[in-house]
C-alpha cells in the first residue's frame, strides 16, 4: 500500500496496525507472505537488510501489516544503520493504530541481546507483543524443543510461538492473536 521513513508517510485512515520486527533476514517478510497466502507481497531475500523502509500492507480493508526494516545486521552501510533506530523507535513509540508487535527470532540461531532488549522495550512501554521462532521446517522434532526452551530462557521466560514460512505450521495460532487485538477490539 505504502512505504515511509516518518509520521507524514503513514496510512491516515485509522486502521488498526499489526507490527512484525526482529534480526535482519529472520523471516519478517515471509512470515507476512506466508500468514496471507502469497507469494513476494513482502519482497523477501537471502540476502539480509532487504527491507529498508516502513513498509504498509493493507489487509481486506480492515487493518495493515507492517513491515519494519530488520535490526543489527552489521554490513548495512553507516548512514542505513544511523537511520534505522529513530525511524522504527519512532514508529513503535508513537503510533497510536499499534495494536500488536510480532516479534520474530530464528529458531536455529539463540536470540542475541538485542532480541532482548526489544522485548524489554516492548514490555516496558507496555505495548502488547507476541514472540514467533520462523524456520522450524529447519530443524527436527527434538531439535525443536530444546531450542525453543533456550529461546525462552535467553528471553527471559516469555513464550515463543513456533512457525514455518514452508508449511504454515503456526499460522492459526498467530492469526488468533492478531484476531484478538483487531476485530475484537
Ligand atoms: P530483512 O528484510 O532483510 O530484514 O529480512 P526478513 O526478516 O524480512 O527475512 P526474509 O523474509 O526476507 O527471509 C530471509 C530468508 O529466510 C529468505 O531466504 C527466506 O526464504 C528464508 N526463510 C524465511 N522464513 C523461513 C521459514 O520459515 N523456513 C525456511 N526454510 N526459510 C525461511
Ligand atoms: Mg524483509
Redesign the pocket.
Known amino acids: 500500500m505504502k512505504s515511509a521513513t516518518g509520521p507524514v508517510g503513514y496510512p491516515r485512515d485509522g486502521l488498526p496496525e499489526i507490527s512484525f520486527l526482529?534480526r535482519?533476514?529472520?523471516?519478517?517478510?515471509?512470515l507476512i507472505n506466508s500468514l496471507l497466502g502469497v507469494r513476494q507481497l513482502a519482497r523477501?531475500?537471502?540476502t539480509?537488510?532487504?527491507?529498508q523502509l516502513i513498509n504498509f500492507f493493507l489487509i481486506n480493508e480492515a487493518l495493515y501489516f507492517v513491515d519494519l526494516?530488520?535490526y543489527g545486521y552489521a554490513r548495512a552501510p553507516v548512514d542505513v544503520k544511523r537511520q534505522w533506530g529513530p525511524m522504527v523507535e519512532q514508529y513503535l513509540a508513537t503510533r497510536p493504530n499499534l495494536v500488536l508487535s510480532i516479534l520474530i527470532s530464528d529458531l536455529r540461531h539463540e536470540p542475541t541481546r538485542l532480541d532482548l532488549q526489544m522485548k524489554e522495550w516492548l514490555s516496558s512501554r507496555g505495548k502488547p507483543f507476541i514472540i514467533v521462532a520462523?524456520?522450524a521446517?529447519?530443524l527436527s522434532g527434538n531439535q525443536l524443543k530444546v531450542s525453543l526452551s533456550r529461546g525462552a530462557r535467553v528471553l527471559d521466560g516469555a513464550e515463543m510461538i513456533p512457525?514455518?514460512?514452508?508449511t504454515r505450521k503456526g499460522a492459526d495460532r498467530i492469526w488468533k492473536e492478531i484476531t484478538k487485538r483487531t476485530v475484537e477490539a
Do not use: I
Request: proline share 8%; aromatic share 4%.
Open positions: 526482529g535482519s533476514n529472520v523471516g519478517k517478510s515471509s523477501t531475500s537471502s539480509p537488510g532487504r527491507t526494516p530488520g520462523t524456520k521446517d529447519k512457525y514455518s514460512a514452508v
